[in-house]
């Protein structure tokens, strides 16, 4: 009976442990086909977001969800705003909202409403997820040849098991005017992109179709300013993004501001291996805690032994 009791007491306390670091973490697959913006820090925008969004700090936007392609996960509203909204809101076809601060003035156009409850992540696990994602695209090696020139440049991906992969500088991108992308049956393009400071000013010529499967990964950028239109996901975990220009896919960043529209492409691509998770703080806490009881309670039956 007493090897029973400290083998059910081990289980439980590696179950709650276990149901505290699932209940911190949410897949990058899920964030990146699930939001048309998801911005750790402070966001401002005067053009639209046509999906949905969580903030992690405060909001001043216009209108948005005025054109959603995909509903936000469970426990989402349209407006996810952690800190606090300022400014006239506009949301369209029945999106709600959460303002965990204080709120200015939001329409709430087709019947949507304020929600009370609180979401079931907290910003820190968006980021860490996406910083995770961002790390290990940035790892790939190169599949596809390094484009060239500085006019109608061709990315032409060669993919391997659905994935193509590109690793340039950021001074080569500043170089590009323009550029194509051609997914020669990529399900996915990966566009690494490293460097600081990110300059995106080519324009993008017969991409259409595109914007679903590439991802721009700016893994290093602490700055990057989007001056044309730019197809795909823009993924800058550490990045302040400027863009004066739409955005036709995901903007995953630190923070934002913007005067160009969002619009909701949803990446429908595939994303390599899953990056290993790393425990929240509070899981290593509640195992630590669990050890030391299972330590205690083996203490206490061998002193009885005896």
Same mark, same amino acid.
């Not at 969580?54 to 005025?66: D, E, K, R």
């Not at 090696?141 to 991906?157: D, E, I, L």
């Given at each position: 009976?007493?090897?029973?009791?400290?083998?059910?007491?081990?289980?439980?306390?590696?179950?709650?442990?276990?149901?505290?670091?699932?209940?911190?973490?949410?897949?990058?697959?899920?964030? !990146?086909? $699930?939001?048309?913006?998801?911005?750790?820090?402070?966001? @401002? %925008?005067? *053009?639209?977001?046509? #999906?949905?969004?969580?903030?992690?700090?405060?909001?001043?936007?216009?209108?948005?969800?005025?054109?959603?392609?995909?509903?936000?996960?469970?426990?989402?509203?349209?407006?996810?705003?952690?800190?606090?909204?300022?400014?006239?809101?506009?949301?369209?076809?029945?999106?709600?909202?959460?303002?965990?601060?204080?709120?200015?003035?939001?329409n709430f156009n087709g019947g949507g409403s304020f929600s009370y409850t609180a979401p079931p992540?907290?910003?820190?696990?968006?980021?860490?997820? !996406?910083? $995770?994602?961002?790390?290990?695209?940035?790892?790939?090696? @190169? %599949?596809? *040849?390094?484009?060239? #020139?500085?006019?109608?440049?061709?990315?032409?991906?060669?993919?391997?098991?659905g994935i193509a992969v590109f690793n340039i500088t950021a001074s080569q991108l500043s170089s590009f005017a323009s550029l194509q992308m051609n997914l020669n049956g990529a399900a996915t393009v990966i566009v690494n992109v490293s460097g600081t400071n990110i300059n995106f000013s080519a324009n993008e010529l017969n991409s259409l179709g595109t914007s679903n499967n590439v991802i721009w990964n700016f893994y290093q950028a602490t700055s990057v300013n989007i001056g044309t239109q730019i197809n795909g996901t823009v993924l800058a975990t550490l990045a302040n993004v400027t863009n004066n220009n739409q955005i036709d896919g995901g903007l995953f960043a630190n923070s934002w501001t913007g005067q160009g529209e969002l619009h909701s492409y949803a990446f429908t691509g595939t994303l390599p291996g899953s990056p290993v998770a790393t425990p929240e703080p509070a899981s290593l806490t509640l195992l630590g805690v669990g050890l030391a009881g299972l330590g205690l309670v083996r203490r206490r039956r061998m002193r009885k032994a005896d």
């Open positions: 009976m007493a090897k029973f009791s400290i083998l059910a007491l081990g289980v439980l306390f590696a179950g709650l442990a276990a149901g505290s670091a699932s209940a911190g973490s949410i897949a990058a697959s899920t964030i !990146l086909g $699930s939001y048309n913006a998801v911005i750790f820090g402070n966001a @401002s %925008t005067t *053009a639209d977001i046509e #999906g949905n969004a969580v903030i992690g700090g405060n909001f001043n936007g216009a209108t948005m969800y005025n054109n959603p392609t995909v509903s936000p996960s469970a426990g989402y509203n349209a407006l996810t705003v952690y800190g606090n909204q300022t400014g006239n809101l506009n949301i369209d076809h029945g999106g709600s909202a959460y303002v965990g601060g204080s709120h200015q003035t939001v992540n907290t910003i820190s696990d968006f980021q860490s997820s !996406l910083n $995770s994602l961002s790390t290990q695209l940035s790892q790939m090696s @190169s %599949t596809s *040849a390094t484009p060239t #020139g500085q006019n109608q440049v061709q990315f032409n991906a060669t993919p391997i098991n």
